[in-house]
């Protein structure tokens, strides 16, 4: 069979975010960095369709290319792991400590990647800032300016919104990469992720990676938009939204629904280079054993 049950699939997150939590510095940020520079590939692409004037849906759809190629790839994704990681503490496999190295070391590589692209492809539309950009550099200020001084205009109810909007958005994006360990087959895989990616990002949503290139490419495409403008009213809350959504609506409700009790005494699945499940064992197949 193709499909694997949810509480198998618990099973296997928890040993994939084990396997993650033991990476060494170097690969973490190694692998964050390629996971930034794709995702904000994958964004820049979305800007290509609406400076088009495509409608936004279309970008909506294309999005989701990112993630997959960076999760086939079995790179890392902090917004990812801010699920994965608390289920194996959860579950006793890894510590609180070695949560927050992961943790910080894969959101470090996201952000050297993410900005690296976001000079790049300023680099590209401007000409090294020779030109203006033209339509796609006014949809990229537009877009920076939304997610960081329309909250400034509102004030704390602002600054509460995009913590709010980062919660609903990476409930959404970590049940895409929970989803990931659903099916065994590559086109399985990719259905699966690609439909809760299209809902966060249809939704204008707040992401914290996805961010660390929209805003400063912003900046750097001339919107008036300040260093602590990006940090206090987008970046900090949108990253403390972040891990509330996919630690708790994610990562620990599946966890206590799924992972708990019976699960304790399976064995822990073999995994690919990917970080995703194999051979991940049926609850039937063990109780028989």
Known sequence: MDNVTPADLVEATVAAAAKKAHLGVTDMVLRGTMSGAILGIATSLVFVVLAQGLPAIVGALLFPVGFVILVLLGLELVTGNFALMP???A?????IV??????L????G?????????????????????DDGGQLAEVTRAIATKKTIAYVHHGAPGWTASLVKAVLCNWMVTIGTVLAFVSRSTVGKITAMWLPITIFFAHGYE?????MFVIPTGMLMGADISVSDWWLWNQIPVTVGNI????????LALWFTHGRSARATIPT?????????????????VRSA
Do not use: C, K, M
Not at 91 to 95: D, E, L, T
Not at 110 to 130: D, K, Q
Not at 244 to 251: D, L, S, Y
Not at 272 to 278: H, I, L, S
């Open 87 to 89: 289920q194996a503490v």
């Open 91 to 95: 579950a006793g496999r890894i510590s």
């Open 98 to 103: 070695e949560l927050g190295r992961s943790w």
């Open 105 to 108: 070391w894969v959101y470090v």
């Open 110 to 130: 996201n952000l050297i990647g993410s900005l690296g692209y976001a000079v790049l492809f300023w680099f590209a539309v401007t000409y090294a800032g020779h």
């Open 207 to 211: 992401h914290s990676v996805v961010n």
């Open 244 to 251: 509330i959504g996919g630690g708790v609506f994610t990562g």
């Open 269 to 285: 699945p073999a995994h690919d280079v990917a970080g995703v499940a194999t051979d991940v064992p049926r609850l039937a197949d």
